[in-house]
């Protein structure tokens, strides 16, 4: 798909992602989501009171201004050492472009777009969740599986 672009959001995006987010959880079978304009004003606030810690890019067309899709960047500060005693990770969350512009490389293109913000952020390493639709796009992308990284569930998210 050509005609768009893949940047930082800018303020006045904020509900589209929020309507994008709902899309997400409506496609993956959410259910008793609530009302839809509650969401969006509760979304939009999140998202402007995190803007420290939750970075997200875009997929925008060019040709009409719509967003198309959205990648979230959480950064954690993490325990200083005494070599580096600013240290930050990252989180790739909520990755997702609208179903009729799949599988034409935006996806691929919004990740490395992330990752790029992640080293200029100097991030030491950038995690993922994925479904496992998605594990080979993250892949192609430079994501491996480590027998490091454990996960515990603690909430019933």
């Known amino acids: ?23 997400w959880l409506v496609e993956n079978g959410g259910e008793a989501l609530g009302e839809h304009e509650e969401f ?3 979304f939009v606030d999140w ?9 997200c890019m875009v997929v925008v067309r060019d040709d009409d201004g719509v967003v198309i899709g959205m990648a979230w960047l959480a950064v954690v500060q993490r325990v ?8 930050a990770s990252g989180d790739l969350q909520c990755v997702y472009v609208v179903p009729e512009a799949r599988d034409g490389g935006l996806g691929g293109r919004l990740i490395r777009a992330v990752l790029d913000e992640s080293r200029e952020l100097g991030l030491e390493r950038v995690t993922v ?8 796009a993250y892949a192609r992308c430079g994501f491996q599986e480590s027998p490091r990284l454990l996960q515990a569930r603690v909430a019933g998210a």
């Open 40 to 42: 969006v004003r509760h």
């Open 47 to 55: 998202a402007r009171d995190n803007a420290g810690s939750h970075r």
């Open 1 to 23: 798909m050509e005609n768009i672009s893949i940047r930082p959001v800018r303020s006045g995006e904020l509900a589209a992602v929020a309507a994008l987010r709902w899309e």
């Open 129 to 136: 969740h994925s479904s496992r639709r998605a594990i080979p």
């Open 80 to 87: 200083p050492t005494p070599r580096a005693p600013r240290r």
